[in-house]
């Protein structure tokens, strides 16, 4: 059934594109970040990277590279581990501030936003880098702590740090430190999520309450009070335990895997319904906001549906395996809070439409401009 056929779309003006500036919108996960990947990044790469899928990390068949140099068939014990794809690569870059907030900090944002990263796409990590840019002055007690925060996020993810890098720049060159890490895993034989494996009839289903790491970072950073409340803590956590519980549930069946940070789940939503070419129809009574969490959005002026979130994970699964998976979801401790929030429709490809409180459709787009700076 079609909901939405000529949407009237209102939105905040965009920053014009003549100005050939890069502004802090481009950094969002909206509608500026994706300009800027397919406009400047992905373009400026080469005509290698013009057919990425934009997951969240790639998948690499090293068959080309570890034949034996002889001809003859395998390539030596454990080689099968690394053919057929199942190699997994991922890196990204962490700028947060503050750099410490209740729930978490930079060190441990860093681990657990790579690993999440892999897990989406069915992986289970194997070795971290980490790389850390930090400023002239910054304390060297600080950084002895929050580096320790990535050795104990590491460990708790069972995942080995195996080398990394250091730069000191001058003040006012960074703001305190940056963290950039590159994370490797091994695909599990049965995972086959992709961002353009979604297909009309797949059940969605989000794993916890959304808007928590968004909210907290900006009250802490803006000292706004609303992190007194002990509820409103940043929900980052490593994502891969779960994310083998729904492929032991669902194998193949588990369709599309995506963690929704910047530009929260709206964004991310809309990167999979493009991604894939179908619609997405999303009941706005499924979704779990959290009381402190609709407070101050209500509060600010925000859309809980672009805060972003490093501790949940949206999944599209086939509706024959959407129970078993759920169920093995709320079997986690991560996943307790596990729902259903919607389905894959073959109408409005591209688009994703909210089912609203009082029984309207209304179309869920991508954020424009910044709305949280400086979160991951």
């Given at each position: 059934m079609s909901v939405i056929n000529d949407p009237v779309q209102a939105t905040c003006p965009a920053p014009h594109a003549e100005h050939e500036r890069v502004l802090l919108g481009h950094g969002s996960g909206g509608q500026l970040s994706a300009r800027l990947l397919h406009d400047v990044i992905v373009p400026g790469l080469g005509a290698a990277a013009a057919d990425l899928s934009l997951d969240d990390a790639a998948v690499l068949d090293l068959e080309p590279f570890i034949a034996p140099a002889d001809g003859s068939a395998g390539g030596g014990a454990g080689s099968e581990d690394l053919r057929s794809g199942s190699v997994v690569v991922t890196t990204d870059s962490f700028v947060v501030d503050p750099l410490e907030f209740p729930g978490g900090d930079i060190g441990a944002l860093a681990v657990h936003g790579t690993v999440n990263d892999l897990a989406m796409r069915g992986a289970q990590p194997l070795a971290l880098t980490v790389a850390l840019i930090v400023e002239e002055g910054f304390a060297l007690a600080d950084l002895r702590r929050l580096v320790a925060s990535v050795g104990r996020a590491a460990a708790r993810a069972g995942v080995p740090v195996v080398a990394g890098d250091t730069k000191v720049v001058g003040r006012g060159c960074a703001d305190k430190l940056f963290i950039t890490t590159t994370g490797f895993g091994r695909r599990a034989p049965r995972a086959r999520c992709s961002a353009t494996a979604i297909r009309p009839g797949d059940a969605i289903l989000l794993s916890g309450p959304i808007g928590l790491h968004g909210v907290t970072v900006l009250a802490t950073r803006e000292d706004l009070g609303f992190d007194a409340d002990?509820?409103?803590?940043?929900?980052?956590?490593?994502?891969?335990?779960?994310?083998?519980?729904?492929?032991?549930?669902?194998?193949?069946?588990?369709?599309?895997?995506?963690?929704?940070?910047?530009?929260?789940?709206?964004?991310?939503?809309?990167?999979l319904a493009e991604a894939s070419g179908v619609g997405i129809l999303v009941e706005e009574d499924a979704i779990p906001v959290p009381p402190v969490v609709a407070a101050a959005c209500d509060l600010l002026g925000l859309d809980p549906l672009h805060v972003a979130n490093e501790g949940c994970a949206v999944a599209f699964v086939h509706p024959a395996s959407a129970d078993a998976v759920l169920a093995a979801i709320r079997s986690c401790p991560e996943g307790a809070e596990a729902v259903r929030i919607g389905t894959a429709v073959a109408d409005n490809a591209g688009r994703v439409a909210l089912?609203?409180?009082?029984?309207?459709?209304?179309?869920?787009?991508?954020l424009v401009g910044e709305q949280l700076p400086r979160i991951c």
């Open positions: 002990p509820q409103l803590r940043s929900d980052t956590r490593p994502l891969h335990r779960l994310v083998q519980a729904m492929l032991d549930a669902g194998g193949a069946d588990v369709h599309a895997l995506r963690d929704p940070t910047r530009g929260g789940l709206a964004s991310a939503l809309n990167e089912h609203t409180l009082v029984g309207a459709y209304r179309i869920v787009d991508m």
